[in-house]
């Protein structure tokens, strides 16, 4: 057998190992025979099973492709299309119901940092909001509820729990609902990102025309949606603190490429690093002040040996 | 999820003692160090293979000639080891297929200069590979990620999923495997290199 036959028995296996029904006994046993005959063999099923695998986390399904589904079920015979229904029953049965358009409280309290600024609230019932660089929020609280929207920018949470006064994040189109946590919520032009540190909470997505969604999230989790799609990730916890370190004034890059390293450095200072060419595909590790661009520039002349060229507003880079 | 990781089960032959890494412990070390490695390693058998079609089997081989090294010690640096086999095996069917040109021979030594600089494709930050996850995902063709989705998302059995589409079996299973080989080559192949966000 060649490599790709090899790749296709393998896959094979994983699908119906992994099927919830159906894997027996003797089933077993003919895996474990196939991977003892060769290597070759057990190589090529781990690979598939850990690229499965990182798959697993993937909760959510964007509406386009339920849509897809829905129209390739509908051409078949009624009995099927009722099976449709009871299982898009469940799917909203998921989500709570609430009203999505978020409302803007219009007696909020509004904070904002400044490009490169930082900066910690402490609200009176002792939970905490730090502010990272170009942040605006706004936040209002009553006896029943607290809330607060993002509006721009990345924060960081620690939430004093209280089950009679929900904490409630709204962000783009989607909000979180606290149930004792400490998490991030970053939200850039087009897409949120939630990372979750300790604790839970509810991701929730708005009343679309594809019906409601809501996400339970605990450590390690890490949600990224964009206007119709969210995916959830787990990761260490520890891996996700270094998304931190900026509490601490902090860029942490681990094989990063300097592309997104550049992306970093600009949401904090007004002279942004431009990189060009095959410059940007050059992956970088190390801890730098998030402020400190010229040293930055510095390093990357002097360590990596890269071209720099220093403007009034810019810096630019190149191979 | 449907799915559980089954990473600690004892499927295949337990190692004698004193006989160096136990499987799981080769599995752990060529999920972790070498799969990572499979789009540059991927790139430079393309490279410096004139027949496409060779690349799998040249990777298949590499992996096979890492797997007896790893059964004895664990290596450590992976990555110099890695290109180094996959050097060796270029140079080994260039010789036996008696047509080494030249130029194959000026471009395994360019090669060698380009793999030792640290390339973008070792351990991604969170970030980014949440954002190949998806990409993956968005790239998978519509059959295959709809089997894909219906299994991790809903947690739908094979039979469930052919019963809801409509179609046999036999289809859902196929789109599965399908699914599957191609999740693992977006993941481990493409490389997100200079993907400013």
Redesign the interface.
Known sequence: M???E???RA??W?????????WREED?TA??AW??ES??H???Y???E????????????SPQ?RR??LV??G???AP?AT??AA?LVI?GGLATATNMLWPRAPQAQIYKTAVGGRETLSLADGSQIELNTDTEVRITGNAKERKVWLEKGEVYLQIKHDPQRQFIVFAGNRRIVDLGTKFIVRR?ADRL?V?FIEGRARLEAPNDADGPKSIELEPGD?A?ANAN?T?L?K?PVA??A??LAWRRGLLV?????L??V??EFNRYNRKKLI?VGDA?????GGHFQADNVETFARLAQGTLGLHVQTKADQIIITR | ???T???ERG???LPKAGEGPS?AEV?AW??REV?PLEATLVQFLRKASRNASDV??L??EV??RL??TAKKELPNPTRPLVFRIARHLLIDRARREQVVSIEAVENLENLNLAID???????????????R??A??DQLP?RF??A????????L???EIA????IAEKTV?KH???G??A??NI??RER??????
Do not use: C, H
């Open positions: 060649n490599a790709a090899i790749e296709t896959a094979e994983l699908i119906r190992k992994r099927d919830a029904q159906g077993a895996l474990a991977l003892a290597p070759a057990e190589m090529a781990w690979r598939l850990s690229a499965w695998d990182r798959a697993d986390r993937l909760t959510a399904l492709s897809e589904m390739r079920a051409r078949k015979a099927i099976r449709v299982a799917l850039d990102e990372s890490m990224v799609q995916t990730w990761k891996i996700l270094d998304t890059f681990d094989e990063t490429p592309a997104d550049a992306a990189v940007q595909k050059l992956a970088i | 999820m449907g799915d990781s089954d990473f499927e295949t032959t499987t599995k060529f999920v799969l799998e089997d990777r298949q992996y096979m797997y007896e600089e640290p390339g973008p494709d070792r351990t991604v930050i969170a970030r980014e590979e949440l954002r996850m998806q993956a995902l519509r990620r709809n894909v989705l219906m299994r991790k998302v809903q947690g059995t094979t039979r019963l809801r589409l409509g299973e599965l495997t399908e599957v080989r999740l693992a993941l481990y997100e290199a200079g993907g400013a966000p």
